[in-house]
């Protein structure tokens, strides 16, 4: 089953401007985590974090998370061309639970040069 | 960091016929590995969670007797798909991750076409 939404959909930017896509999710979590896919590839874990954190960043990521809204958001600055790809958000339940991700519906970013 | 292969990246199959595909960690142990499968323009579902040396876990809804999953090594899980039939084409991705990972890690995924 699907955890929640993550809107929007579909993104498209110009090269150097920035991407934000967010994501909301039902249940409690112990993390929830951000995955890039490129067409037709596998996925590559960017960012994860945890359920007492608000805010974290790797270079040009910056992720948000509020607990109460039950929503995440992923910013991306700058963008390039090569940041054309499907995002998604996983949460994550107790570690003790199997660590099972539940993922979201993805967004589609297509960043023009 | 950590790599997952899978094997192999496509099959083309006869329907009615069994596919087997393999996922490996090739720099970790993995305690447990996770199978996903992916529609296109679709998110990934969970199908099922393997852990070492015991039955797999499944989903609701997924066949247990239709996918059959073993992870007989802390490296290697696989996912065999009996009587394959047209509608079970679809991309199938693994991850693995150890006792001491919260993050899993992804195959590059194995695109399966029944005819």
């Known amino acids: 089953s699907q955890q929640g939404e993550e809107d929007p959909q579909a993104l498209s930017i110009q090269e150097g401007e920035n991407a934000t896509m967010n994501c909301s999710y039902k249940?409690?979590?112990?993390?929830l985590q951000w995955y890039r896919q490129n067409s037709g590839r596998g996925l590559v874990h960017l960012i994860l974090?945890?359920?007492?954190?608000r805010e974290k960043h790797s270079g040009r990521l910056r992720v948000t998370l509020d607990t109460s809204k039950k929503s995440s958001s992923l910013l991306i600055t700058a963008s390039r061309a090569a940041d054309t790809a499907s995002y998604f958000c996983?949460?994550?339940?107790?570690?003790?639970?199997?660590?099972?991700?539940?993922f979201g519906q993805g967004t589609e970013l297509s960043v023009k040069p | 960091g950590a790599v997952v292969s899978q094997h192999p990246s496509w099959v083309i199959c006869k329907s009615g016929t069994s596919v087997k595909i393999e996922c490996r960690s090739l720099?970790?142990?993995?305690?447990?590995m996770f199978w996903y499968r992916q529609f296109p323009k679709q998110s990934l579902m969970l199908m099922a969670t393997?852990?070492?040396?015991?039955?797999?876990?499944?989903e609701q809804g997924v066949e247990k007797d239709k996918f059959l999953i073993n992870h007989a090594s802390l490296t290697l899980s696989t996912l065999t798909v009996t009587s394959a039939h047209p509608e079970d084409s679809s991309f199938y991705i693994c991850s693995a991750r150890s006792l001491a990972q919260e993050t899993q890690y992804f195959g590059p995924g194995t695109r399966l076409l029944v005819l």
């Open positions: 249940t409690s979590i112990n993390n």
């Open positions: 996983a949460t994550g339940d107790s570690y003790n639970q199997g660590g099972k991700l539940i």
């Open positions: 393997s852990n070492e040396g015991s039955k797999a876990t499944y």
């Open positions: 974090i945890r359920s007492n954190e």
């Open positions: 720099d970790f142990q993995a305690t447990t």
